[in-house]
């Protein structure tokens, strides 16, 4: 009933689609759940979240990007990251990223 692309499974897709947004919910969950007393996040979850944004962006949806991008530049702006910190992150996770996805 539906057309398929030769060689690909039906099913793959829905899989890809849960793991990315399972991975994409976490990474909200680490950036919004904190202490009531406080202003930001710790900064190991920030860089958790961006990890996990990248891994998905790499591996899954390149779509996400969408959200990482914004986020990215808004959490240098309110000083939650510096710029040597974001970059590491991203570089780590996006290699490490890559080697996962091959």
Same mark, same amino acid.
């Given at each position: 009933?539906?057309?398929? &692309?030769? #060689?690909?499974?039906?099913?793959? /897709?829905?899989? $890809? !689609?849960?793991? =990315?947004?399972? %991975?994409?919910?976490?990474?909200?969950? %680490?950036?919004? !759940? /904190?202490?009531?007393?406080?202003?930001?996040? =710790?900064?190991? /979850?920030?860089?958790?979240?961006?990890?996990?944004?990248?891994?998905?962006?790499?591996?899954? /949806?390149?779509?996400?990007?969408?959200?990482?991008?914004?986020?990215?530049?808004?959490?240098?702006?309110? $000083?939650? &990251?510096?710029?040597?910190?974001?970059? $590491?992150? #991203?570089?780590?996770?996006?290699?490490? =990223?890559? #080697?996962? #996805? &091959?």
């Amino acid at each position: 009933m539906f057309a398929t &692309i030769p #060689g690909e499974s039906c099913s793959s /897709r829905p899989t $890809k !689609d849960l793991s =990315s947004h399972s %991975l994409v919910n976490l990474s909200t969950y %680490l950036l919004v !759940d /904190r202490a009531p007393n406080s202003t930001k996040p =710790s900064p190991k /979850r920030v860089t958790w979240a961006l990890s996990l944004l990248t891994f998905t962006v790499v591996v899954f /949806r390149a779509e996400v990007l969408l959200l990482l991008a914004p986020l990215a530049f808004q959490l240098l702006y309110n $000083k939650w &990251i510096s710029l040597l910190s974001l970059a $590491k992150v #991203g570089l780590l996770s996006g290699f490490f =990223s890559l #080697g996962e #996805g &091959i």
